[in-house]
């Protein structure tokens, strides 16, 4: 069988006003045909796809069509998706006949002027198949599960645990696809969609109202019947139609069962809906104190409201500023992304002594901060992250300066925004050496484990901040939990 295997992935939050273009897909890696399939340009769910592939011994062809990776930030350019679908859809066409396609998408995009970005990429490689030839559609969870995604693929699996697994769901999405094209399943899928959103902070499947709803989704897979099961809290910084949590369940040929399942984790989700509004983190203010305070090894600050890894850009300036002006003498090393400012340091070199004005350009939610140092190092920012699931990146210009108990890492694209110790290791810095380390996530902390004594949650703003209740939405439909009261999730909407 001829399969062919598309990866197309970007998150967006559409309260960051910059839009993503086609040189952030660059920065990622944007590969087209065999050239997506050399080793130094796989991503995790490529990868999988390969080793489902290699598993199985069956006589499968891979046939690859385009891998583009958009990180998280901005809606995407209408320029860039029209690219993309003419891409998709003419490289199918040329790739003829095809007997299935596996589908890796994010789930959460939107480009300027769309909403359903995977939506309009479905209906492109349906145009183009045909109505006959299977697809399986990976997504992340945070996706917004949409109508024309349930409608175009025949079947649908999401990520299992946060941090991801990209990995193995695409392994367990390939190996669907396998079983669909040689006729040996007849899926029959069910899904709800609830008017739920929450912040980030209760994201994690190890623990919380996460794990609850996470593990009933495991436990169902293991039903005589049960194809595969999906949960989808999504991306809570989408100001979009049809938004909201979700969950999709198929069995293989058993429409009642895909129902039933489907309405019990819909009425999971929202028995929980209280707990996954519980907030941990803590203002500022009191982090500082608790950082300063704290014994030995680096304490971790998640900057919540600057996730980049929620669509954020990497530029705030709340916590240097406070850092800086609050007598701290330990050491603090943060991340900020400011092209300007990368671009001028690297200009006067290493051992340069600076004062300027760095960060707050733009997400539009914070303000620059003078700093005065010395720019330690000059790098280029191409980057090669082992332990990434997307390890390729270009962060541009990028440079190190020392600045008081702070040293900066400061950048013109966002890369993974200093999130992987390895990202400072490539430019000389060891993280280690530090009391503290500014991250821009609020769950991905696990490449930082084996260094860190302590996370601390803080509850900054930005484009992804945890207070979700005093961004400005409007064109998400209403009522919607928590912004408004709501009874009962079965309502007309
Ligand atoms: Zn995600």
Known sequence: MRLAVIGMAQETDTFNPQLTTLDDFRAYGLYEGQQMLEDRHLDARTRGFLTAVRVDAGDIEVVPIIRGIGGSYGRIARAVLDHFLDRIGSSLRAGAPLDGLALQLHGGCCADGIDDVEGAILETCREALGPDVPIVLSLDHHANLTRRMVMGADLIVGFRTQPHDPYETSIAAAQLLFRLVRREIAPR??????????????????AGPMRTWFQRARAMERIPGVLTVSNFPVQPWLDIEEMGFASCVYTDGDQALADRLADELADLAWSLRDELQVQTSIPVVEALQVTAAAPHGVVILSDHGDSVFGGSACDSTTLLEAILGSGMDRRVLIPLVDGESARACAALGPGA?????????????????????????????????????????????????????????????????????????????????????????????????????????????????????????????????????????????
């Open 189 to 206: 899928g069910a899904w709800r969609k609830l008017p739920l959103i929450s912040h980030q902070e209760q994201y994690l499947t190890s």
């Open 353 to 493: 002594s600076i004062t300027r004005a760095v960060g707050g350009t733009l997400s539009g939610f914070f303000r620059p901060v003078t700093i005065t140092g010395t720019v330690r190092t000059v790098a280029d920012g191409q980057l090669y992250v082992d332990g990434l699931p997307d390890p390729e990146m270009d962060m541009g210009v990028t440079v190190i300066v020392d600045c008081g108990p702070v040293t900066l890492m400061i950048s013109e694209q966002r890369g993974v925004g200093g999130n992987h110790p390895g990202v400072y290791r490539a430019f000389g810095v060891e993280p280690a050496d530090f009391h503290a380390v500014v991250l821009k996530t609020a769950s991905n902390f696990q490449w930082f484990r084996p260094i860190a004594a302590q996370v601390i949650r803080v509850d900054t703003p930005g484009p992804t901040q945890s207070d979700i209740g005093s961004l400005p939405w409007a064109r998400i439909p209403r009522p919607m939990y928590p912004l408004d009261p709501v009874a009962d999730w079965r309502q007309e909407r």
